[in-house]
C-alpha cells in the first residue's frame, strides 16, 4: 500500500514541486515584511514624542502645502507615542524620476476592506489596480491608489511618501499569488496548492513508522552521516515537524485563489458574506462636514485607547464618515470594529464590533492571521518563516532522494544481470 502511495507522493511532487516551493520560498521572504521596512526606513514609522500633538487638520494643510492639489482621501492614527500619522492619498499626476519609494499600504488595506466585505475575489480585484500600476482609484478620487504619506504628529513635518510597494517585497507578493501573470498564474498557483494538500497527508502515510526503533530514526536527523543521508533525514524528519503548519498555511491560502472556497466558508457556517448597508448621513442645507479631529475625537469616545483609528473621508454628500478600529484587546490583526458616524452632526450613526459579525465572517477573518503566522504572535510567525523555508526545500531533497533510489535500482539490477550472466 505505501507503495501507491509513494507514486502518488513522488508523481504530484515532480508535477507541481517548482510551484510550490517558489510560493514557499516567496511566502518565508513575506512573513517579516512590516519589520524589515520598519527598520530600512525607520523614519517612516517612528518619531520622538513631544509634548503635545497637532491637529490632525494641521497635518492635512501643512500636506497639502507640500503636495498641493493633492486630496487626502483617509488618515491612519495608531495611539503608539512613537509613531507617525499616516495619510492616504490619490495622485493623478505620474512619478517623477524621484518618486518616492517604499511601502505600499494600498494592497494590504484593500485586502482587509474587501475581507470587511467578505470577498475573496474583491480583494483580487482590488490588488490587480495596485502594485505601483495604474488603478481605477481609491475612495479618495481617481489616480493611483494606496499611496501614503507619513507626517510627523508634533511637528507637523512631511518625512515621507510611498506610492508603491518596495519592489522586492511586490515582486514577492505577486509571485506568491499569481506567478506574475494574473489571471492564469492565480489558477496554477491555487491548483497546485490543492496538490500539495495531497503531497503532504501522502508524505505522513509514508513517513508513519512500525516499530519505534523507526520512530526514533524519523524523529531525528543524523548529522554526522554521509549527504545522502542528511538529505534524506532532512526531507523527512523536518517534513514531519513543518507538515501540519504547512497544511495549515496552504488550506488558508485556497481562500485566495479559489471563489468557490471562499464561499464555502458562508455555507459551511449557514451565514452571508454580504455587510449590512452602512447608515447614511443627515444632510442639512448649508452644513459643513466636520474635520478628521472631530471624527477622531467621537471615535476615541467610543472605543478609547484602540491601537489605531483609520478614517476614510465620505465620497457622497450623504455618507457617513467610515473609521476602521482595531481595540487594544483584539483577538488578531484582523479583528477590526468599524463606527459610522455623520459626517455633519459628528453623531455616532452606528457601529459594527468585531463581536458582532456572523461566524462565516469572523471565522473568513482569521484566514490572514493564520496564513501569515500573526496569530500566534512573533513565535507564529517565527514558525512560519521556519516552515516555509523548510518547505522551499523539500522538491529540492525529494528530487535528490528520487535521482538517487533510481541510481540505486540501476546498480541493482546491473548487479542482478551480471550474476546472471555469469
Known amino acids: 500500500m505505501k507503495n ?3 507514486s502518488i ?3 504530484l511532487s515532480l508535477a507541481c514541486g517548482l510551484v510550490i516551493g517558489l510560493v514557499c520560498f516567496t511566502g518565508a521572504t513575506m512573513v517579516f515584511e512590516k519589520e524589515m521596512m520598519q527598520a530600512i526606513y525607520p523614519d517612516r514609522y517612528q518619531v520622538t514624542p513631544g509634548t503635545q500633538r497637532l491637529p490632525l487638520e494641521q497635518l492635512l494643510t501643512n500636506f497639502n502645502q507640500a503636495k498641493p492639489g493633492i486630496k487626502v482621501a483617509g488618515v491612519k492614527v495608531y495611539s503608539d507615542p512613537t509613531r507617525t500619522v499616516e495619510l492616504s492619498y490619490s495622485d493623478e499626476k505620474p512619478a517623477g524620476k524621484d518618486g518616492d519609494k517604499g511601502e505600499h499600504k494600498g494592497s494590504e488595506n484593500r485586502e482587509h476592506k474587501a475581507e470587511e466585505k467578505g470577498g475573496a475575489a474583491g480583494a483580487d480585484k482590488g490588488e490587480k489596480g495596485g502594485h505601483g500600476g495604474p488603478g481605477k482609484g481609491g475612495k479618495g478620487g481617481g489616480g493611483r491608489p494606496g499611496n501614503v504619506a507619513f507626517i510627523n504628529p508634533y511637528t507637523g513635518q512631511l518625512i515621507a511618501t510611498s506610492t508603491q510597494k518596495n519592489a522586492f517585497f511586490r515582486n514577492m507578493f505577486e509571485l506568491h499569488r499569481w506567478l ?10 491555487g491548483v497546485s496548492t490543492v496538490v500539495f494538500l495531497f503531497i503532504l497527508i501522502t508524505g505522513i502515510i509514508l513517513w508513519w513508522p512500525k516499530n519505534k526503533k523507526i520512530l526514533q530514526q524519523r524523529l531525528t536527523v543524523k548529522w554526522n552521516a554521509g549527504w545522502k543521508r542528511i538529505n534524506h533525514d532532512w526531507h523527512i524528519v523536518i517534513g514531519f515537524y513543518t507538515a501540519l503548519f504547512l497544511f495549515v498555511f496552504a488550506f488558508t491560502g485556497l481562500a485566495w485563489s479559489f471563489e468557490w472556497f471562499n464561499d464555502g466558508i458562508y455555507t459551511l457556517t449557514n451565514t ?6 452602512p447608515p447614511v448621513s443627515q444632510v442639512k442645507e448649508g452644513a459643513k462636514p466636520i474635520t478628521f479631529d472631530q471624527a477622531f475625537a467621537t471615535a476615541q469616545q467610543q472605543i478609547p485607547n484602540a491601537e489605531f483609528y483609520q478614517f476614510n473621508r465620505p465620497r457622497e454628500a450623504e455618507d457617513a464618515f467610515m473609521v476602521m478600529v ?3 484587546n483584539a483577538a488578531h490583526e484582523r479583528a477590526t470594529s468599524q463606527l459610522f458616524i455623520d459626517q455633519y452632526s459628528g453623531n455616532q450613526l452606528g457601529q459594527i464590533a468585531f463581536a458582532d459579525k456572523n461566524l462565516g465572517q469572523r471565522i473568513r477573518s482569521t484566514f490572514y492571521p493564520v496564513h ?3 496569530i500566534g504572535g512573533l513565535p507564529g510567525r517565527i514558525i512560519a518563516f521556519i516552515s516555509c523555508l523548510a518547505g522551499f526545500t523539500f522538491p529540492i531533497t525529494g528530487v535528490i ?3 538517487n533510489r533510481l541510481r540505486k535500482n540501476k546498480k541493482k539490477s546491473q548487479k542482478r544481470a551480471f550474476a546472471q550472466a555469469r
Open 326 to 328: 482595531m481595540p487594544a
Open 401 to 403: 532522494m528520487w535521482i
Open 9 to 11: 507522493h513522488l508523481y
Open 372 to 374: 501569515v503566522g500573526s
Open 180 to 189: 506574475l501573470v494574473q489571471e492564469p498564474g492565480k489558477l496554477i498557483v
Open 4 to 6: 501507491f502511495f509513494r
Open 272 to 277: 452571508t458574506k454580504d455587510q449590512p448597508e
